[in-house]
């Protein structure tokens, strides 16, 4: 487990963008992301892109949990409603899993516990463990 927590911890990109990595293992993880201006598009509401990067980043985080480097080769999002302000939460679910392929289910919440989001991920599961990308 030291190799997988250093691995998901070394996530600079998530770290850049304000992603609080709360938990993870067993193929599920769960973080949240603090809105702030940067987060905002033109039009004063979180970026779609910012919303993506957080679920991808528990989608990496749960998928690379069992200590197999999992890499994506499908994903996709859809949006429910525009958050302008407050804490967004993500958590990952594992719907299968087999030697080659993994694939969850991110939704994303608002602070009010609505669902504003839906990621769905699918990976490629290498041979290679992850202890081999850390440092």
């Known amino acids: 487990m ?3 927590k250093r691995f998901v911890e070394n996530d600079r990109f998530a ?3 304000g992603v609080d990595m709360l938990e993870y293992g067993n193929g599920r993880a769960k973080a949240s992301m603090v809105i702030q201006d940067h987060h905002l598009n033109s039009a004063g509401t979180v970026h779609g892109g910012a919303i993506f990067a957080l679920a991808d980043a528990v989608f990496s985080a749960a998928s690379n949990s069992h ?3 999992a890499m994506a080769i499908n994903v996709s999002i859809s949006y429910f409603k525009a958050v302008s302000s ?3 939460t993500a958590t990952a679910e594992e719907v299968s899993l087999n030697p ?3 694939t969850y289910l991110i939704p994303v919440f608002d ?3 609505t669902q504003i989001a839906l990621f769905q991920g699918t ?3 290498k041979k290679d463990g992850v202890g081999q990308f850390v440092k």
């Open 2 to 4: 030291d190799d997988v």
């Open 15 to 17: 770290k850049h963008l």
């Open 67 to 69: 200590g197999t480097l």
């Open 86 to 88: 407050g804490t967004l």
């Open 100 to 102: 080659k392929l993994a």
């Open 111 to 113: 602070d009010e516990g």
């Open 123 to 125: 990976v490629y599961r």
